[in-house]
């Protein structure tokens, strides 16, 4: 059932097919009709939502705004029909979640099952994707809430919690730094690393901290999943860099990842910009289980309770 405005669900299947022959086919209507509802949305905006192209129609960077209001309010709607016809009584009651994938290892999945423990009703579907991807995801109403990390001012999300997440050095045991509480920048990069790709957050904040300090640094190896580069740090072959929640009671337990190897703090103020952060989107309504679970990941963030992130 369909609770959109008309000319809004019209405009949402043309962005979604990029022509308005396509959408008319999706939609069952004629291409006049379809075209006649977007010239009275943009003539009532008083903006241009597409660019017309020989090839199909673009959206303009009003149009792009529109589309994740559009989004929004489409999921929501599908939301409150479910809920209506359901009941507060029903069985099953989804959350999709978004999230980067540091926060894939041990926050998120004990969080979902902490959580189906008091409401095993509810089920979940979680995919791990780049932070940024994340977050659009649920501007867009694809997810119900993201744990994603963030750098700076976000635009048409709700940000439920923010924690600043340190950075870690990874130290083979037996390394001259084993012993030391923090290092400094120039000295991590006296060694061998092991770094994330350039699109990272973590990793734009180091090429910012050493450009500041003046250092070069040539990695000796680049690679965006953790297990790789703990088991480099394990072999010898240099360090690694992490992030780390304080605080995190399962810091005193064994960790097959971090086996024989110690986390040292990297002491540079650069890496204070970086947030994990849980996000919803703004203005949207969640529904009870999504509500509910958000409000459990706020909690587990700003207790400490994670692993180690990237």
Known sequence: MQLLPVNLAYFLEVARA?????????LGVAPSAVSRQVAKLESGLGVALFDRRPRGMTLTDAGARLLAHARRTEAESV???????AGQGAEE????VACAEGFAHRLVPRAIAAFRREHPEVSFRLDVVPRQEAT????????DVAVTYAMGPQHDVRVECAVVVPVSAVVPLGHELATRDRVGLAELCA?????????????????????????????ALVCDALAPQYE??????????????VGDPDDQLPDPAAEGVTHIRVDHPVFRQ?????????????????????????????SGRSSRLR
């Open 93 to 96: 009651r989804g959350v999709a």
């Open 232 to 245: 480099f740090v394990r072999a010898g072959g240099g360090l690694a860099l992490v992030g780390h929640l």
């Open 274 to 302: 970086r947030e994990a952060q849980v996000q919803t989107a703004a203005g949207r309504r969640l529904p009870w289980a999504a509500t509910r679970f958000t409000e459990s990941l706020v909690a587990t963030l700003r």
């Open 79 to 85: 939301t409150l029909v479910d809920e209506l016809r």
């Open 136 to 143: 659009r995801r649920v501007v867009e109403g694809i997810a």
């Open 191 to 219: 060694h061998p690393l092991a770094l994330a790709s350039p699109g990272t957050s973590q990793r734009e904040l180091f090429d910012i901290g050493v450009q500041l300090e003046g250092l070069t640094v040539h990695p």
């Open 18 to 26: 990029g022509s308005v022959t396509e959408a008319a086919r999706v």
